[in-house]
């Protein structure tokens, strides 16, 4: 199984960028998927997960939209009002699961699969 996230580059403040992460090989119609980042000497955190529902961190709430296409098995980030502090290296991951406990969708370790990441640069 492979996560392929795309979409990544430099944006000004105040600018948008849409992420994609299509799963190959494998279908997650069922399951959870969702985006996690990591800045410069910070640990990964979680920013957007769809499964039973959307959530999102507080950070990005009202700025970040994450959807799914299940006939494409993608799904999306689009990351509207960029900020410098949105500057991160972003994640996609998997699991098979639908996680049935609020608080799993923001856990790094409850999804078995990841992307590669794709850099996110925001300028001031």
């Known amino acids: 199984v492979q996560l392929q996230a795309s979409g990544g580059g430099l944006v000004q403040t105040g600018g948008s960028l849409r992420l994609s992460c299509a799963a190959s090989?494998?279908?997650?119609?069922?399951?959870?998927m969702g985006w996690f980042r990591q800045a410069p000497g910070k640990e990964r955190e979680f920013v957007a997960a769809?499964?039973?529902?959307?959530y999102y961190a507080d950070s990005v709430k009202g700025r970040f939209t994450i959807s799914r296409d299940g006939a494409k098995n993608t799904i999306y980030l689009q990351m509207n009002s960029l900020r410098p502090e949105d500057t991160a290296v972003y994640y996609c991951?998997?699991?098979?699961?639908?996680?049935?406990?609020?608080?799993?969708?923001?856990?790094?370790?409850?999804?078995?699969?990841w992307g590669q990441g794709t850099l996110v640069t925001v300028s001031s």
């Open positions: 090989s494998h279908t997650f119609s069922r399951g959870t």
């Open positions: 991951a998997a699991d098979d699961r639908s996680f049935s406990v609020r608080s799993h969708f923001y856990q790094a370790d409850r999804y078995y699969y």
């Open positions: 769809d499964g039973r529902g959307t």
